[in-house]
């Protein structure tokens, strides 16, 4: 039976809180104990997530989408690198409880981190995508395919990468531009 898509009235869409953290770890720790998803080896402490929310929202936008009260899934954005001269670029991340992938809740987050960071003058937006050789218990090739829809091109791959559950894997580097690349680029409003 195929999955409905979520509708936008079923769900709010809000900038994350650092009082969010135990309910965006219980999301994410699962992505660290059992996929390759997360190169994490261990889950952080809330704490720890706690003060990764806390840095986010200094400079990018980071949302939950929740219904009735409860989070259902988070996207946030963050540096794609310190140096300066990317200061143009964003890297963006996703997770989403298991009974609502595919349902369209991931799709309203990044459009709507998208827009957030067009505001702020943001051109170019990465992913980085962790990609099995072969398909296995732990990885799959959905979050390539995600990002693929969404309009992302696979700019790079670094092959045998990233090592976890007694396996190598690849990482993709996946690329969207969201806004003209000028010579002039005005500078980014961080933040946000």
């Not at 459009?111 to 990609?131: K, T």
């Amino acid at each position: 039976m195929k999955q409905q898509s979520i509708l936008p009235n079923q769900y709010n869409i809000r900038s994350a809180r650092v009082e969010d953290a135990a309910d965006l770890l219980a999301i994410y720790a699962p992505y660290v104990e059992n996929t390759a998803i997360s190169f994490e080896y261990e889950a952080p402490s809330v704490e720890a997530f706690r003060e990764r929310i806390g840095r986010t929202l200094e400079k990018y936008p980071y949302l939950v989408a929740e219904k009735e009260g409860k989070i259902l899934g988070y996207a946030y954005a963050g540096a794609f690198h310190p140096r300066a001269a990317y200061r143009w670029n964003a890297e963006l991340s996703i997770y989403l409880t298991p009974e609502t992938q595919g349902l369209g809740l991931g799709r309203r987050l990044y459009e709507e981190l998208e827009n957030l960071l067009r505001d702020m003058g943001i051109i170019d937006l990465y992913a980085i995508v962790a990609s099995p050789e072969t398909p296995d218990e732990y990885l799959t090739h959905q979050s390539e395919g995600f990002h693929k829809h969404l309009g992302f091109e696979t700019v790079a791959k670094l092959e045998h990468c990233g090592y976890k559950f007694g396996r190598w894997y690849h990482v993709l580097w996946m690329k969207k531009s969201i806004a003209p690349h000028s010579l002039t680029p005005p500078e980014p409003k961080f933040p946000l």
